[in-house]
Each structure stands twice: as structure tokens, then as C-alpha cells.
Nanobody, 124 residues
Framework: QVQLVESGGGLVQAGGSLRLSCAAS????????MGWFRQAPGKEREFVAA????????YYADSVKGRFTISGDNARNTVYLQMNSLKPEDTAVYYC?????????????????WGQGTQVTVSS
């Protein structure tokens, strides 16, 4: 079983940047695909980004493409989400998750382990 712990959230003004981290215990994250999701109050959890080391590929939701970058550090067993040009609509709790099947990256059901989340608030 893997434990995922997110950090790096906070309050930032619109146009600012934050970098979220997801530290994993146990098996190397490079063995899996890893994803970031977010959930705003009163809304469903939605896909943000994913990375698959096996294929060396990244995936992004249209709403964050060009502003967010997902990356990983094998030595630290950590996945990052660099968020630039933040907007008030990016306000949400952000979760990282593990995808053992390297497929269906935007689907919640493709992820079998989740972190506890970190709050990101973007003020206008």
C-alpha cells in the first residue's frame, strides 16, 4: 500500500504561482502513473493532470493546459504540480493519486490510492 501526502497549498493572488508536492511512501512512483485532481466546494472532483513515466508522457485538462506543469522526481519519490497564472476558478482542494494501469488518466476510477488533499485559494 502506498501513502500519498500533498503539500504546498495556500492563498495566492490571481496571476500568482504555487507548486504542489505529493510525497509517496512505499513503491517508487515511477512504477505507476500519477495524477492530480481537484474539487471545488459543491462541485465534483475533476481531473487536472497526469504523468506516466513508462511512456514519458503528460496529460492535462484543457482548463489548465499551458499554465500547469506536472513533473516527478524519482530520487525523492515525489510528484509536483507547478501552477502558474492562477485564476480564482482554480480555487479547490487538490489531490494526488496513483494510477496502476497507466490508462484512463482523466477517470477517477483509474486511481486506487489518494492523498488527503491540500487547499489552494486564489483571490481576485
Amino acid at each position: 500500500q502506498v501513502q500519498l501526502v500533498e503539500s504546498g497549498g495556500g492563498l495566492v493572488q490571481a496571476g500568482g504561482s504555487l507548486r504542489l508536492s505529493c510525497a509517496a511512501s512505499g513503491r517508487a512512483v515511477s512504477t505507476y502513473a500519477m495524477g492530480w485532481f481537484r474539487q471545488a466546494p459543491g462541485k465534483e472532483r475533476e481531473f487536472v493532470a497526469a504523468i506516466s513515466w513508462s511512456g514519458g508522457t503528460t496529460y492535462y485538462a484543457d482548463s489548465v493546459k499551458g499554465r500547469f506543469t506536472i513533473s516527478g522526481d524519482n530520487a525523492r519519490n515525489t510528484v509536483y504540480l507547478q501552477m502558474n497564472s492562477l485564476k480564482p476558478e482554480d480555487t479547490a482542494v487538490y489531490y494526488c493519486a496513483r494510477n496502476p494501469w497507466h490508462s484512463n488518466y482523466a477517470s477517477l476510477s483509474a486511481y486506487d490510492s489518494w492523498g488527503q488533499g491540500t487547499q489552494v485559494t486564489v483571490s481576485s
